[in-house]
T-cell receptor
Framework: GENVEQHPSTLSVQEGDSAVIKCTYS??????FPWYKQELGKRPQLIID?????GEKKDQRIAVTLNKTAKHFSLHITETQPEDSAVYFC???????????FGAGTRLTVKP | NAGVTQTPKFQVLKTGQSMTLQCAQD?????MYWYRQDPGMGLRLIYY???????DKGEVPNGYNVSRLNKREFSLRLESAAPSQTSVYFC????????????FGQGTRLTVV
């Protein structure tokens, strides 16, 4: 079936450093790629998303890049802060319907 | 607006018992989803409903049934709970138009003993 692979599963960085999380997807019809942040014991919340007609999107310290040919997309967090510590999930829409598949998640730890 | 509301927040079941997880949204969204979250496995789609009156299987539908009661409500039923169904369950909704943000409920932590 269609799936989304996410790497790494855990990532530890020093405060101020950059963090990069990468995802690949298998469905060539996927056209929407959101990223969610989940703090401990909380619900996932959208932090940024990108659509297939765009190669890059930036929102302050967060950016997402998309390579449709290679079927991969990445989340970039610059100038990391301790409050960025959380689990991050990538996701991809499946086909033309409303099915959304998630990666397994990356636990990011930002050390002060 | 309350957003997406799930009940209950916690539940312990014995193997073989049945229960229904309730989900309601007040954002006039067309699409609703049920996911389960297990350590190291992300969010796996159980069932979704693209619009009122329709439901479709996701990645892991076995052992579950759903009902889209009306536009606001989407319930998930476990007919005969098994320990493998111990998980955190999230309901989510979005407008149903392509490429839109999904809003999640606060989750239900279910333990089957």
């Amino acid at each position: 079936g269609e799936n989304v692979e996410q790497h790494p599963s855990t990532l530890s960085v020093q405060e101020g450093d950059s963090a990069v999380i990468k995802c690949t997807y298998s469905d060539s019809a996927s056209n929407y790629f959101p990223w969610y942040k989940q703090e401990l014991g909380k619900r996932p919340q959208l932090i940024i998303d990108i659509r297939s007609n765009v190669g890059e999107k930036k929102d302050q310290r967060i950016a997402v890049t998309l390579n449709k040919t290679a079927k991969h997309f990445s989340l970039h967090i610059t100038e990391t802060q301790p409050e960025d510590s959380a689990v991050y999930f990538c996701a991809a829409s499946i086909g033309g319907n409303n099915d959304m598949r998630f990666g397994a998640g990356t636990r990011l730890t930002v050390k002060p | 607006n309350a957003g997406v509301t799930q009940t209950p927040k916690f539940q312990v079941l014995k193997t073989g018992q049945s229960m229904t997880l309730q989900c309601a949204q007040d954002m006039n969204h067309n699409s609703m989803y049920w996911y389960r979250q297990d350590p190291g496995m992300g969010l796996r789609l159980i069932y979704y409903s693209a619009s009122e009156g329709t439901t479709d299987k996701g990645e892991v539908p076995n052992g579950y049934n759903v009902s889209r009661l009306n536009k606001r409500e989407f319930s998930l039923r476990l007919e005969s709970a098994a320990p493998s169904q111990t998980s955190v369950y999230f309901c989510a909704s979005n407008s149903g138009h392509s490429n839109t943000e999904a809003f999640f409920g606060q989750g239900t932590r279910l333990t089957v003993v």
